[in-house]
């Protein structure tokens, strides 16, 4: 069955740092979603990507997708507080019936 | 603004009593996902439905049925309560059943402990 792998499983940066979350499928990916979940809460949908190199940006967030490495990384520009959180990457399952999500990264933002 | 909504954020129940766990969407959605969140194993998905009356499993089904008796409400039942269901349960629903630009829209979850 196809799983979702995610690195780092947390991190912690300094507010104003860079930083980089990534998500490696075991099988080809025809479409990766990213979401971020505020700890006990629901998941907020961040952005998709779809075709292989597309990128997306989304405030200070922006994702990408290399199909060849069946692989999306997550970067952050210039962390803030606001972006701490659980972020989850998901992907259709193979059978096409639903989503499946990656174990998450839990990112703390220290001011 | 569009919403699922889960009836309770915090439950508490006995081991083998019968629980209820409420989901309502207001956006037409035909597609509708339960999923269960513990730490270490992520998002697992129990059941989805596709339809009003449709039900399918999911990966780890044991334990639970659910009901679809209208389009916009998905019912999650725990027939007997036990411990290791002690979990935060996720409800989604979407547009469409595979490929959606806007992925799922998902419920701010319910924490049920079992005691």
């Known amino acids: 069955s196809q799983e979702l792998e995610q690195s780092p499983q947390s991190l912690i940066v300094q507010e104003g740092k860079n930083l980089t979350i990534n998500c490696t499928s075991s099988?080809?990916?025809?479409?990766l979603y990213w979401y971020k979940q505020k700890y006990g809460e629901g998941l907020i949908f961040l952005m998709m990507?779809?075709?292989?190199?597309e990128e997306k940006s989304h405030e200070k967030i922006t994702a990408k997708l290399d199909e060849k490495k069946q692989q999306s990384s997550l970067h952050i520009t210039a962390s803030q507080p606001s972006h701490a959180g659980i972020y989850l990457c998901?992907?259709?399952?193979?059978?096409?019936?639903?989503?499946?999500f990656g174990k998450g990264t839990t990112l703390s933002v220290s001011s | 603004d569009v919403k699922v909504t889960q009836s309770s954020r915090y439950l508490v129940k006995r081991t083998g009593e019968k629980v209820f766990l409420e989901c309502v969407q207001d956006?037409?959605?035909?597609?509708m996902f339960w999923y269960r969140q513990d730490p270490g194993l992520g998002l697992r998905l129990i059941y989805f439905?596709?339809?009003?009356?449709?039900?399918e499993k999911g990966d780890i089904p044991e334990g639970y049925s659910v009901s679809r008796e209208k389009k916009e409400r998905f019912s999650l039942i725990l027939e007997s309560a036990s411990t290791n269901q002690t979990s935060m349960y996720l409800c989604?629903?979407?547009?469409?059943?595979?490929?959606?630009?806007?992925?799922?829209?998902f419920g701010s979850g319910t924490r049920l402990t079992v005691v």
């Open positions: 998901g992907a259709m399952n193979q059978a096409g019936t639903a989503l499946i």
């Open positions: 956006m037409d959605h035909e597609n």
């Open positions: 099988k080809t990916l025809y479409g």
């Open positions: 439905s596709y339809d009003v009356k449709m039900k």
């Open positions: 989604a629903s979407s547009s469409h059943p595979t490929v959606t630009n806007y992925g799922y829209t």
């Open positions: 990507l779809q075709k292989g190199g």
